[in-house]
């Protein structure tokens, strides 16, 4: 079992930065590839970044590469989302989530394939 909760989310003007972090809880975490995924009113789930369990590989949406940069932390059982240069359409709730085994698979794209899920963190990016 794994609980996650998001932190870090607020209200930016336009150009600015925030870091949002996701602390879990569970002795495993260290064995589970992380995902963040943002959903604007209106709009479905979208993917943000990925990461895997020992960190040395990440992946990003088209949308947010060179601007957030994903990291972990085994050792604090968190997890990182760097955002700079952010612009009005990167506001949204941001959730962090958790699957094994989703760079073996392939399925870090896909939130139907996470298991566990924090209860969101609300960005705001005003212009």
């Known amino acids: 079992q794994l609980q996650l909760v998001e932190s870090g989310g607020g209200l930016v003007q336009a150009g600015g930065s925030l870091r949002l972090s996701c602390a879990a809880s569970?002795?495993?975490?260290?064995?589970?590839?992380m995902g963040w995924f943002r959903q604007a009113p209106g709009k479905e789930r979208e993917f943000v970044a990925g990461?895997?369990?020992?960190?040395?590989?990440?992946r990003y949406a088209d949308s947010v590469k060179g601007r957030f940069t994903l990291s972990r932390d085994n050792a604090k059982n968190t997890v990182y989302l760097q955002m700079n240069s952010l612009k009005p359409e990167d506001a949204a709730v941001y959730y962090c989530?958790?699957?094994?085994?989703?760079?073996?698979?392939?399925?870090?794209?896909?939130?139907?394939?996470?298991?566990?899920w924090g209860q969101g963190t609300q960005v705001t990016v005003s212009s």
């Open positions: 989530a958790a699957q094994r085994f989703a760079f073996v698979y392939d399925n870090y794209l896909n939130y139907a394939k996470y298991n566990y």
């Open positions: 990461i895997s369990t020992s960190g040395s590989s990440t």
């Open positions: 569970g002795r495993t975490f260290s064995s589970y590839d």
